[in-house]
C-alpha cells in the first residue's frame, strides 16, 4: 500500500512510492489529498514544517 503521507513528507518510503503516485495510474480521493493538505499546514503553522522545506523535498 503507498502511504501519501509518506510521499508528502518526503520521507525514504515516499521516495520509493513517487513513480507510482505520480505515474498517471494513481486514484487518490479527493478528500484524502485536502486531510494531507491540512496536515501539512497544520505542521507549517506550527513552526515544525516549512513550506519550501516540502516542495524541495518533493521535487
Do not use: H, Q
Not at 33 to 52: F, H, I
Request: proline share 3%; hydrophobic share 40%; no cysteine.
Amino acid at each position: 500500500m503507498l502511504n501519501l503521507e509518506e510521499y508528502f513528507k518526503g520521507s525514504k518510503f515516499g521516495f520509493r512510492a513517487k513513480p507510482y503516485i505520480e505515474g498517471g495510474n494513481a486514484v487518490t480521493p479527493a478528500i484524502v489529498v485536502a486531510e494531507l493538505s491540512r496536515k501539512l499546514m497544520n505542521k507549517v503553522k506550527e513552526g515544525r514544517e516549512t513550506l519550501d522545506g516540502r516542495r524541495k523535498a518533493l521535487l
